[in-house]
């Protein structure tokens, strides 16, 4: 667990770049600074940037996909939630748990997308294919294509916090231009619940973690661990030995914040409150785009029927979401991905959990609503680091996200 991937068992992953310098300074390319590959999927990315494969999957719960991605300068998409199994993952957060794929280019992460995106029975939370199929209708039926030219994209306000490094923003804005060049139209769009999200993903994320990592009691499921004898104490002490002994330090920190979010004197005040907060969060993103969600759609057609008592309040909620007059909608919303290069392995926001969560704090929002999202190289900062930048689509656009951000990096050519 942690954006920075510096918690494994087998120590931090490196990220691997400037890659290119090791085909003629090894010594040198060895020497360089080590920075992170992001988590907790860096193994993935790293192993990308470095050429080792064309594509690696990974797991995306808050970022660990798209964080790495940027980090290490290659494509790193979450799907939609729902369309991958998560069959045979250990889980971290149930709700929030994607497979996905990290990549050299978007074409190769699509073709990967196309082989792994099947219902799986085993894995309750997949899909079934008619939902895939009524939504893939209704996304093409709202498509413009797959060119650039005249395609709607936002730039959310609430994107460019004070934590973004200002290199950064000077690249986005670069990009911007670039794109308008091609006919892409932007908007700027306000996602007023996004200042939530880090709080609320924290909290629900840890809660989820603390009752899916409770089975690794090394009875059933992780290693046992025999205590010295004479043993005199209870089962429970048994429990707690080897999950002290064989949980790391950040899974430890999640699964107390998590236990104690559940608890009855919290459960009102975080649990509850942070899945409020989320629904405001997926609210802030129907009212800007301008295609539905499909299993919103579906959700609230089965909330409004005659049998059910809430069908008023529901209809309500659908209400709040409708865009303003004024509001004018998009089909993809364009941010930096992350809040600045590949921290160094020593500095503090690589280890220190309060600074290392705020890496988390572009990514999250998609990872909450349970949007699809890629994050695509973008050039270098100032410091010689890739940086990287986001795409994010309605849920059930997957085809179409990627096929514009091919054309995005045919646009954007090597930066």
């Not at 002290?244 to 005040?269: C, P, Q």
Request: proline share 6%; hydrophobic share 35%; with cysteine.
């Amino acid at each position: 667990m942690g954006s920075a991937n510096v918690h494994s068992f087998h120590g931090p992953v490196v990220n691997p770049h400037p890659i290119h310098q090791a085909s003629t300074d090894i010594e040198g390319w060895r020497r360089r600074e080590k920075r992170s590959a992001g988590g907790s999927s860096g193994g993935s990315a790293a192993a990308v940037a470095m050429g080792l494969c064309d594509f690696a999957l990974g797991t995306d719960t808050g970022g660990s996909i798209r964080l790495p991605a940027a980090y290490c300068g290659i494509v790193g998409f979450k799907p939609s939630y729902g369309l991958v199994s998560r069959w045979g993952v250990v889980s971290f957060a149930d709700s929030l748990d994607c497979v996905g794929v990290l990549a050299r280019d978007s074409e190769i992460a699509l073709n990967a997308f196309e082989l792994i995106s099947k219902y799986d029975p085993a894995d309750p939370t997949c899909v079934t294919e008619e939902i895939r199929k009524s939504a893939a209708t209704m996304m093409n039926s709202a498509a413009n294509g797959v060119s650039l030219s005249g395609i709607r994209i936002g730039i959310p306000e609430e994107y460019f916090p004070t934590e973004l490094n200002p290199q950064i923003t000077t690249t986005f804005s670069t990009i911007v231009e670039t794109l308008s060049r091609a006919g892409v139209v932007f908007t700027p769009v306000s996602l007023p619940s996004t200042k939530y999200a880090l709080s609320a993903y924290y909290v629900i994320s840890s809660a989820e973690a603390s009752s899916n990592l409770a089975r690794f009691d090394g009875v059933e499921y992780g290693e046992h661990t025999k205590p010295d004898p004479p043993f005199k104490g209870a089962i429970s002490d048994l429990y707690a030995l080897t999950r002290t002994k064989h949980l790391g330090a950040e899974v430890k920190r999640r699964i107390l914040l998590g236990t104690y979010a559940l608890t009855a004197a919290a459960f009102d005040n975080y649990f509850l409150q942070a899945q409020r907060l989320r629904k405001l969060i997926r609210d802030d993103f129907e009212r800007v785009f301008t295609a539905s969600n499909y299993l919103s759609k579906i959700s609230n057609q089965q909330m409004s029927s005659p049998s059910s008592p809430s069908s008023e309040s529901e209809s309500n909620t659908v209400s709040k979401t409708t865009p303003s007059k004024n509001e004018q909608t998009v089909d993809f919303l364009l941010h930096p991905s992350a809040i600045r290069t590949a921290p160094a392995l020593d500095d503090p926001s690589s280890s220190n959990s309060l600074d290392s969560y705020v890496q988390d704090i572009l990514t999250v929002p998609a990872s909450l609503a349970g949007l699809p999202a890629v994050s695509l190289p973008a050039g270098y900062g100032e410091d010689g680091w890739p940086i990287g930048i986001s795409l994010v689509g309605q849920w059930g656009s997957d085809h179409q996200l990627l096929r514009i951000s091919k054309e995005i990096e045919g646009c954007l050519g090597d930066r």
